[in-house]
Nanobody, 116 residues
Framework: QVQLVESGGGSVQAGGSLRLSCAAS????????MGWYRQAPGKQRELVAR???????DYADSVKGRFTISRENAKNTVYLQMNSLKPEDTAVYYC??????????WGQGTQVTVSS
């Protein structure tokens, strides 16, 4: 069982920055693929960024060049640095851990609000 706790959400004006953190329990964090997803009101949850156990990364087209995902295995933590934020980035952001065997774990979510 993996428990994920997100932090770092908040309110910011367009063009601003936020950094989300996701702390994971357990001592096998380094074996999991980690991801950030988001869900805006009335919309489906979508992948924002993902980082593999080997630190390969993948981004949604809408955030490429603005967001950066990284992981620090020694701290069991994954980060999402969000720059040049836009109002359309407003959503609840969720941390995800995947064990490569079809099992997903989710955090409780953290709200990000970007005002114009």
């Amino acid at each position: 069982q993996v428990q994920l706790v997100e932090s770092g959400g908040g309110s910011v004006q367009a063009g601003g920055s936020l950094r989300l953190s996701c702390a994971a329990s357990g001592n096998i964090f380094g074996l999991y693929a980690m991801g950030w997803y988001r869900q805006a009101p009335g919309k489906q949850r979508e992948l924002v960024a993902r980082i593999t156990s080997g630190s390969s990364t993948d981004y949604a087209d809408s955030v490429k060049g603005r967001f950066t995902i990284s992981r620090e295995n020694a701290k069991n933590t994954v980060y999402l640095q969000m720059n040049s934020l836009k109002p359309e980035d407003t959503a609840v952001y969720y941390c995800n851990a995947n064990n490569y065997n079809g099992v997903d774990y989710w955090g409780q979510g953290t709200q990000v609000t970007v005002s114009s």
